[in-house]
């Protein structure tokens, strides 16, 4: 079973910056996105942002600008890049890989409080 890790979380100030990282136990193979997505106390999971096998990228509305998302090899998917952080951002970010066949897997969260 594929494990995913999150790092890289943690106590940020508004207007601060962290990057996120996601590693796996094993190469993952058919890989159609990586993503991450977070969820905020009392709120429903939601996407940030999402890249394909091709190399598309999506954002939500209220990252666009601030957040990237980029990608490494097979075992160590994904990053994700946060600037100008602001107290909405605060949450608990996932991990999230999909392979082609509808199947995927999830990290276990690394939070992100942004407070001053």
């Known amino acids: 079973q594929v494990q995913l890790v999150e790092s890289g979380g943690g106590l940020v100030q508004p207007g601060g910056s962290l990057r996120l990282s996601c590693a796996a136990s094993e190469i993952i193979f058919g890989i159609g996105a990586w993503s991450w997505y977070r969820q905020a106390p009392g709120k429903q999971r939601e996407l940030v942002a999402s890249i394909t096998s091709g190399g598309s990228t999506t954002y939500a509305d209220s990252v666009k600008g601030r957040f990237i998302i980029s990608r490494d090899n097979a075992k160590n998917p994904i990053y994700l890049q946060m600037d100008n952080l602001k107290p909405e951002d605060t949450a608990v970010y996932y991990c999230?890989?999909?392979?082609?066949?509808?199947?995927?897997?999830w990290g276990q969260g690394t939070q992100v409080p942004v407070s001053s």
């Open positions: 999230n890989v999909r392979q082609h066949w509808g199947a995927q897997y």
